[in-house]
């Protein structure tokens, strides 16, 4: 009866076992499914590594069978190189840290992968240790992406900092404003204070920009609007420099501005290269166009480019037209072919440059004699552009030329005339002809002394003629009788006044100047010889003074009954050298330099002179000086 009673109180207890057992079993198999629908990788591992249980997942990611890795370590799975890191940080985990996660490199099928793993330990009912449970993903893709944008970064950084290229953004919600480094150097603001402030950046900007910014700003925010400016920002030492601007808008789903995004380039050198070249270019212009002399930029066909105001003036033509002619159009047709030759040369590298004397024809049809010099401009490879070509009108060079002609034949001359007769003079007396003869040898000396006193006459016209325009000795001047000056010129040509039977009429009214005695003595006595010279036997010459018309010069005249001054000749004969005709100067004697003498004279006391004439009638020579209060 006992053991009935037994066996009946035993039974439930091997039901409840069995039912016991049998969820745990279902709860295995459900846990089993579920551990091995996952596409995570699980496994489990005692507390020396050695591999108790691997899902599917796991498996099929390292190529392996369950039964290939139970019972063995996952430490061989593991990247040689990170085994150290991942041992270290398993060994920190314990019951108070019973959890990490951390990301290392596995190598599956023969490559290395990077994994995410979450580890956990699992604990037993006395709380020790009974395994080590592990859950990974592969995040290769993401690793990968990473060192993608990490190296993009990188080249970024390097090309901003190659191409000085300054990155700032502008949260608008926030207001918040991150500047890149080198955004920090190009606003002169130290990293130190952090970003600043929209009114921070304002108050960077130089005072004329920041409306023009401030606009662009709210046209950016408000409507969308990307923008690009040069500013100038004042940076804490007070230098000034010159940002290129750009800013691009960002928007959300919802087509809201949300961030400002702008890049910066500091263009302070390439300003100031800007405006160096604009110095340059207006000191070429201006030098080009104010040059005295003409000049052109023609093509390598022979096409004015550009010519200054000096040429259109020779030439006669404006710019325009001048635009649509070439420089053999204007040459004068014997010197075409010399010019074009010339102009080949250079362009074919023969010669470094060309320079000639050839005619012009302007627009009138007046021939101008120029000297030209041009010479190639070439780029940086020594390809010719274009050629530069001055011209200078050597019309006057070449009428000195002329007179300085006149005069050699002049000079010579008159040089060779009295040394002449003063050696012919000399060498009758030293043959002894007239040893007996008293009163010829006195007539041979006599032309000896006069002759010399011609060449005398001569170099001290041309020494008088140098000291006056060179300023060596200056004009002293002090108060003078003008009767006193009138009668000393007249005695100093009375002698050849008689020797011609002309009558030196005077008239002056007594007053006192201001002037240099001897300099104007020698103006009236050069004016009365030219008078006497230039008149016939037996009539006047009058030299009268008084006070001009304008009451404010006192005025000489000195008038003859001479053949008169052609209407062309009379500026012409107060320059050096010259002379009505050149043959006056052997048949009246002197060298052309008297009038100009006279005139330089005047101007040095701040006067004018100058003549009236008629041909066949006579001349009025007048000079007036100013009075001095």
């Given at each position: 009866m006992n053991d009935n009673l037994e066996s009946t109180m035993m039974q439930p207890d091997i039901n409840d076992c069995k039912a016991i057992e049998l969820a745990l079993k279902q709860s295995e198999a459900r846990y089993r499914?579920?551990?091995?629908?996952?596409?995570?990788?699980?496994?489990?591992?005692?507390?020396?590594?050695?591999?108790?249980?691997?899902?599917?997942a796991f498996c099929r990611y390292f190529?392996?069978?369950?039964?290939?890795?139970?019972?063995?370590?996952?430490?061989?799975?593991?990247?040689?190189?990170?085994?150290?890191?991942?041992?270290?940080?398993?060994?920190?985990?314990?019951?108070?840290?019973?959890?990490?996660?951390?990301?290392?490199?596995?190598?599956?099928?023969?490559?290395?992968?990077?994994?995410?793993w979450s580890d956990r330990l699992l604990f037993d009912e006395q709380?020790?240790?009974k395994e080590f449970q592990m859950v990974g993903r592969d995040i290769t893709d993401r690793k990968q992406s990473e060192a993608a944008l990490r190296q993009s970064e990188a080249r970024l950084s390097i090309a901003q900092r190659v191409a000085q290229i300054g990155i700032w953004e502008w949260d608008i919600a926030t207001q918040k404003r991150t500047w890149s480094e080198l955004t920090y150097q190009q606003w002169g603001r130290d990293p130190a204070l952090g970003d600043p402030t929209y009114d921070e950046v304002l108050q960077m900007v130089h005072p004329d920009d920041r409306d023009i910014v401030q606009a662009c700003n709210d046209a950016a925010i408000d409507q969308g609007m990307p923008y690009s400016l040069t500013l100038r920002?004042?940076?804490?030492?007070?230098?000034?420099?010159?940002?290129?601007?750009?800013?691009?808008?960002?928007?959300?789903?919802?087509?809201?501005?949300?961030?400002?995004?702008?890049?910066?380039?500091?263009?302070?050198?390439?300003?100031?290269?800007?405006?160096?070249?604009?110095?340059?270019?207006?000191?070429?212009?201006?030098?080009?166009?104010?040059?005295?002399?003409?000049?052109?930029?023609?093509?390598?066909?022979?096409?004015?480019?550009?010519?200054?105001?000096?040429?259109?003036d020779l030439m006669g033509y404006t710019q325009e037209e001048l635009f649509t002619r070439t420089f053999r159009d204007l040459t004068h047709p014997a010197d075409k072919e010399e010019d074009w030759q010339g102009f080949q040369q250079m362009l074919n590298g023969e010669i470094s440059a060309f320079q000639m004397q050839k005619r012009y024809i302007t627009k009138q049809g007046e021939?101008?004699?120029?000297?030209?010099?041009?010479?190639?401009?070439?780029?940086?490879?020594?390809?010719?552009?274009?050629?530069?070509?001055?011209?200078?009108?050597?019309?006057?060079?070449?009428?000195?030329?002329?007179?300085?002609?006149?005069?050699?034949?002049?000079?010579?001359?008159?040089l060779?005339?009295?040394?002449?007769?003063?050696?012919?003079?000399?060498?009758i007396l030293a043959s002894g002809v007239f040893h007996d003869r008293p009163t010829q040898a006195d007539q041979m000396l006599k032309i000896a002394l006069n002759n010399s006193d011609r060449l005398v006459r001569l170099v001290n016209d041309i020494l008088t003629l140098e000291r006056l325009q060179s300023g060596k000795v200056p004009l002293i001047k002090e108060p003078c009788q003008v009767s006193d000056l009138i009668q000393q010129a007249i005695e100093s040509v009375r002698a050849l006044a008689d020797q011609s039977s002309i009558v030196l009429s005077v008239s002056s009214v007594s007053a006192t100047i201001v002037a240099a005695p001897d300099a104007i003595v020698q103006t009236l006595t050069n004016l009365l010889c030219n008078a006497i010279k230039f008149s016939d036997s037996g009539s006047t010459?009058?030299?009268?003074?008084?006070?001009?018309?304008?009451?404010?010069?006192?005025?000489?005249?000195?008038?003859?009954?001479?053949?008169?001054?052609?209407?062309?000749?009379?500026?012409?004969?107060?320059e050096q050298f010259q002379q009505v005709d050149v043959s006056d100067s052997r048949q009246k004697g002197g060298t052309g330099l008297g009038l100009a003498i006279c005139k330089k004279i005047v101007q040095e006391h701040g006067g004018q002179i100058w003549v009236e004439s008629r041909l066949g009638e006579g001349s009025t020579f007048y000079f007036v000086l100013p009075l001095t209060k």
């Amino acid at each position: 009866m006992n053991d009935n009673l037994e066996s009946t109180m035993m039974q439930p207890d091997i039901n409840d076992c069995k039912a016991i057992e049998l969820a745990l079993k279902q709860s295995e198999a459900r846990y089993r499914a579920i551990v091995e629908d996952q596409m995570d990788l699980i496994a489990r591992s005692l507390p020396d590594t050695t591999l108790t249980f691997v899902n599917g997942a796991f498996c099929r990611y390292f190529d392996v069978q369950p039964e290939e890795v139970l019972g063995k370590s996952f430490y061989r799975m593991i990247h040689e190189a990170d085994r150290p890191e991942v041992m270290q940080r398993i060994s920190t985990l314990s019951r108070t840290n019973p959890m990490l996660v951390m990301e290392n490199r596995n190598v599956a099928k023969g490559q290395v992968r990077w994994m995410q793993w979450s580890d956990r330990l699992l604990f037993d009912e006395q709380g020790n240790v009974k395994e080590f449970q592990m859950v990974g993903r592969d995040i290769t893709d993401r690793k990968q992406s990473e060192a993608a944008l990490r190296q993009s970064e990188a080249r970024l950084s390097i090309a901003q900092r190659v191409a000085q290229i300054g990155i700032w953004e502008w949260d608008i919600a926030t207001q918040k404003r991150t500047w890149s480094e080198l955004t920090y150097q190009q606003w002169g603001r130290d990293p130190a204070l952090g970003d600043p402030t929209y009114d921070e950046v304002l108050q960077m900007v130089h005072p004329d920009d920041r409306d023009i910014v401030q606009a662009c700003n709210d046209a950016a925010i408000d409507q969308g609007m990307p923008y690009s400016l040069t500013l100038r920002v004042l940076h804490p030492d007070g230098s000034i420099r010159y940002l290129d601007s750009r800013v691009e808008p960002l928007c959300d789903e919802q087509g809201q501005i949300f961030k400002l995004l702008g890049t910066s380039i500091d263009i302070t050198e390439l300003k100031r290269i800007e405006t160096a070249l604009r110095e340059s270019e207006e000191r070429f212009r201006r030098a080009f166009n104010g040059a005295p002399i003409g000049m052109s930029l023609v093509s390598l066909t022979g096409h004015f480019v550009r010519v200054n105001r000096t040429y259109c003036d020779l030439m006669g033509y404006t710019q325009e037209e001048l635009f649509t002619r070439t420089f053999r159009d204007l040459t004068h047709p014997a010197d075409k072919e010399e010019d074009w030759q010339g102009f080949q040369q250079m362009l074919n590298g023969e010669i470094s440059a060309f320079q000639m004397q050839k005619r012009y024809i302007t627009k009138q049809g007046e021939v101008v004699p120029v000297l030209l010099s041009t010479a190639p401009l070439r780029d940086e490879t020594g390809r010719v552009l274009y050629v530069v070509a001055h011209i200078q009108d050597i019309r006057d060079r070449l009428k000195v030329e002329r007179m300085k002609d006149e005069f050699i034949s002049v000079i010579s001359h008159e040089l060779r005339t009295p040394l002449t007769s003063i050696r012919g003079a000399l060498g009758i007396l030293a043959s002894g002809v007239f040893h007996d003869r008293p009163t010829q040898a006195d007539q041979m000396l006599k032309i000896a002394l006069n002759n010399s006193d011609r060449l005398v006459r001569l170099v001290n016209d041309i020494l008088t003629l140098e000291r006056l325009q060179s300023g060596k000795v200056p004009l002293i001047k002090e108060p003078c009788q003008v009767s006193d000056l009138i009668q000393q010129a007249i005695e100093s040509v009375r002698a050849l006044a008689d020797q011609s039977s002309i009558v030196l009429s005077v008239s002056s009214v007594s007053a006192t100047i201001v002037a240099a005695p001897d300099a104007i003595v020698q103006t009236l006595t050069n004016l009365l010889c030219n008078a006497i010279k230039f008149s016939d036997s037996g009539s006047t010459v009058w030299i009268d003074a008084g006070l001009h018309e304008d009451r404010s010069h006192f005025c000489f005249k000195v008038k003859d009954q001479g053949r008169g001054i052609p209407e062309d000749k009379l500026e012409m004969i107060f320059e050096q050298f010259q002379q009505v005709d050149v043959s006056d100067s052997r048949q009246k004697g002197g060298t052309g330099l008297g009038l100009a003498i006279c005139k330089k004279i005047v101007q040095e006391h701040g006067g004018q002179i100058w003549v009236e004439s008629r041909l066949g009638e006579g001349s009025t020579f007048y000079f007036v000086l100013p009075l001095t209060k």
